[in-house]
């Protein structure tokens, strides 16, 4: 919805016009800007600047400011990486391929969403990136301020900004910097290492490598929608990637906290095989897939035991291998216990770990009560994994795993 | 030439994209795997055949909910003995997992000999794995059977024990009414918490009383529940490309072979029992791939048992 502005509410439609992607925006109210109102231009660019640019208001300052802008374009695009690792860092693209005549009916492209452009990138960056993409509505026709600027220091908008501030020069470097990116040549990227890759056969060519990418507006549309009461929408499951902190991804990222909404098909009758369902009809809280074969191969090769040979480093490497691999073990167990105090009832547990899950939680976890339910964790494991078994034929391996999942439950 | 293969999957990728999950890969997965097994199958001079298609049905299907199980999920590729502020996170192991028991109905043209396939099939399929999952299989998990008629599929499917497989069947011909999406949320629209069955008189009659006051999207889409019995889900379709194909990017699977980025694209499934795929040989529930490089169109497209 698009209001047109008052003088009192300007400040706060400009606030709104600069958060890229919010959920609860479910409505745009953006500034409406007339060309033949120069000072209507100049209050809002003083207000823009007010609202994302520096502090301080110097030439300098602002000159700074100026000049980080076309470094910024390399961060925004249509399609964009979503990867768990705050340590990763990815740009989005753009789309550079036009969209098809006709998609097939019954098909749901993102091609049908309207084009629009999202900042993903360092967070601390992320006021330059609002500069740019600050959505304003010139003599009746929504834009963004990149949009403009791209127009040249003749149009406008850009004008009221250089009046503001801003230097002449900022639209030319922008528009290179902008033009460069679209004509940048894909070839020499190199694929991510995190990302997917799907090899597809493709009719009159050998095969083709699929790297599937999202487009932020898709998300963030599908986020909304899930976020909208009322909504008629198919059966929804929250899927995290990568927990509070995921890739500094501006907006978008920031609002979804690393999940996302998936749509989620399943067939008639799906079992629900979690934890707490597990539990609550009885079963039990290991099963032959509680542990994973790989993280025992893992544990296998880097913990071979010879902290007496080796030197530093490498029983450095080995007691953090122990630390992992004990988590690993207990983790299913502590689950469990977080299940069992929050009211489900282990009802199929017994032995140590039954006794352990049904302890009087006013008292503190004794020592022998601990080692006794390590223990009978890793045999149980062991029973169902053959190469921890081996590997641990060796007491030491055993001792000093248990001392450290005892350690866990401590 | 139909070939029937059942199988216990543990820990299949049900990360359809960014978008979609649950079973919504499993078209994917299903066509990737044929074509994977026809790669295997060409090193020894054999093949299925042009006109590879394959029906997928699944049973015992449970979804992995992702505990805070450092088994399970994001802590599977650490690197402990580089530290824990090396650790390295594949995408793969945030994606969400399933277990689910597999039943493959590939057709092709082709006529092989029913015991080289057979062993072919022995040999390879354990080695296969089925989207990143673990594949068990038993002694009985595949049957070659020669025919293309309707009386085929059944020998198939009863074949392989899969007469309680829920197939999936692509439903785009509920798109009625000749109209495109115009947006996301439009087509978000078609979808339904509460799906339909064969025997949803009752749930009929409710919807019917719930239809005041609906909007036109919901009005339109319990219509066609009304009319379409199934269990209708969203599904992934394939992929619109954003870039050209480009070849030698560095850190791809295979240099040689081209790279696109690409979206995924949504449409509409049903999940319909094995006896109504029997029963009805004109549901689209084999599907295909099917490219159109110019249009940067990748799709799963799914075709009847007649066609």
Redesign the interface.
Not at chain 2, 58 to 72: D, F, I
Not at chain 2, 78 to 84: A, E, N, Q, V
């Given at each position: 919805m698009i209001r047109k502005n008052s003088e009192t509410s300007l400040a706060s439609l400009v606030k709104r016009s600069v958060c890229t992607v919010r959920k609860k925006d479910m409505t745009d109210e953006i500034p409406c800007l007339w060309s033949a109102d120069p000072d209507g231009l100049d209050r809002w660019a003083s207000a823009l600047l007010a609202e994302v640019g520096p502090k301080d208001t110097s030439r300098e300052s602002l000159e700074n400011y100026f000049s980080q802008l076309p470094s910024i374009l390399g961060n925004i695009g249509t399609h964009g990486f979503k990867l768990p690792n705050p340590e990763v860092s990815t740009r989005p693209i753009f789309a550079v391929r036009p969209n098809p005549a006709s998609i097939p009916r019954g098909l749901i492209g993102e091609a049908l969403l309207p084009p629009g452009l999202l900042y993903s990138g360092d967070a601390a960056k992320i006021r330059f990136a609002k500069f740019l993409l600050a959505k304003v509505v010139l003599d009746e026709e929504p834009t963004r301020v990149l949009d403009q600027l791209l127009l040249g220091e003749d149009c406008a908008l850009a004008a009221a900004l250089i009046r503001a501030g801003m230097p002449t020069s900022c639209c030319n470097e922008t528009a290179a910097a902008y033009h460069e990116q679209l004509g940048s040549d894909l070839a020499g990227t190199a694929i991510h290492p995190l990302g997917k890759q799907i090899f597809y056969e493709e009719q009159g060519y050998e095969d083709v490598i699929i790297l599937p990418v999202a487009s932020e507006p898709m998300i963030a549309e599908m986020h909304r929608q899930a976020q909208s009461s009322g909504r008629w929408l198919a059966s929804r499951k929250l899927c995290a990637v990568g927990g509070a902190n995921p890739v500094n991804g501006g907006g978008l990222c920031s609002d979804l906290g690393g999940a996302f909404q998936l749509l989620m098909a399943e067939p008639p009758g799906a079992a629900d095989s979690s934890l707490a369902v597990r539990m609550a009809r009885g079963g039990r809280v290991y099963t032959r897939y509680s542990i994973r074969g790989d993280n025992i191969q893992t544990f296998t090769r880097a913990a071979p035991l010879k902290q007496i040979v080796g030197n530093s480093e490498q029983r450095e490497k080995e007691q953090v291998a122990y630390d992992w691999f004990a988590d690993v073990l207990m983790a299913p167990l502590l689950a469990a216990d977080e299940l069992v105090a929050a009211g489900t009832i282990a009802k199929g547990e017994e032995w140590a770990i039954g006794t352990y899950l049904k302890r009087n939680r006013e008292e503190t976890v004794g020592e022998p009560m601990a080692q006794a339910a390590a223990i009978e964790v890793f045999d149980l494991v062991a029973r169902a994994h053959l190469s921890l078994l081996r590997h641990s034929a060796d007491q030491r391996i055993r001792d000093v795993l248990i001392e450290k999942m005892t350690g866990a439950l401590l | 030439m139909i070939t029937a293969i059942r199988f216990h999957g543990?820990?299949i990728s049900a990360?359809?994209?960014?978008?979609?999950?649950?079973?919504?890969a499993f078209p994917?997965n299903a066509?990737?795997f044929v074509?994977?097994l026809e790669r295997h199958l060409k090193r020894q001079a054999l093949s299925l055949g042009e006109n590879r298609r394959v029906a997928i049905g699944?049973?015992?299907?449970?979804?992995?909910?992702?505990?805070?199980?450092?088994?399970?999920a994001?802590?599977?590729l650490?690197?402990?003995?580089?530290?824990?502020s090396e650790m390295?996170?594949?995408?793969?192991d945030?994606e969400?997992k399933c277990?689910a028991t597999i039943t493959l109905i590939i057709d092709a043209d082709d006529l092989l000999d029913v015991e080289p396939l057979r062993a072919v099939l022995k040999t390879v399929v354990p080695s296969l794995r089925f989207a990143n999952g673990s594949i068990f299989v038993g002694e009985r998990f595949s049957q070659v059977f020669s025919g293309s008629d309707g009386e085929t599929l059944s020998r198939a499917i009863k074949a392989v024990r899969a007469s309680r497989a829920?197939f999936m069947i692509?439903?785009?011909?509920?798109?009625t009414k000749?109209r495109?999406?115009?947006?996301?949320?439009d087509?978000?629209?078609l979808?339904?918490?509460t799906?339909t069955?064969d025997d949803s008189a009752e749930e009929g009659a409710a919807e019917a009383t719930s239809d005041a006051g609906?909007?036109e999207?919901?009005k339109l889409?319990r219509k066609w529940h009304r009319q379409q019995a199934g269990?209708v889900?969203?599904?992934e379709?394939?992929?619109?490309?954003?870039?050209?194909?480009?070849?030698?990017?560095?850190?791809?699977?295979?240099p040689h072979?081209?790279?696109?980025?690409?979206?995924?694209?949504?449409?509409?499934?049903e999940?319909i029992t094995a006896r109504r795929l029997m029963r009805n040989l004109e549901l689209n529930a084999f599907w295909h791939?099917?490219?159109?490089?110019a249009?940067?169109?990748?799709?799963f497209n799914a075709s009847s048992f007649n066609s």
């Open positions: - | 543990v820990g990360s359809g994209s960014l978008l979609t999950g649950g079973a919504a994917r066509v990737g074509h994977a699944v049973e015992n299907y449970s979804l992995h909910k992702g505990e805070k199980n450092p088994a399970t994001k802590m599977a650490w690197k402990p003995w580089k530290g824990r390295a996170p594949s995408v793969l945030y969400l277990d829920q692509s439903r785009d011909k509920l798109v000749g495109e999406f115009d947006s996301f949320a087509g978000l629209a979808f339904d918490e799906p069955s609906d909007t999207d919901a889409a269990w889900v969203p599904l379709r394939g992929y619109q490309a954003v870039t050209p194909p480009i070849s030698g990017r560095a850190a791809a699977r295979d072979i081209p790279s696109v980025v690409a979206t995924p694209v949504l449409g509409l499934g999940f791939p099917f490219s159109d490089r249009a940067g169109l990748y799709l």
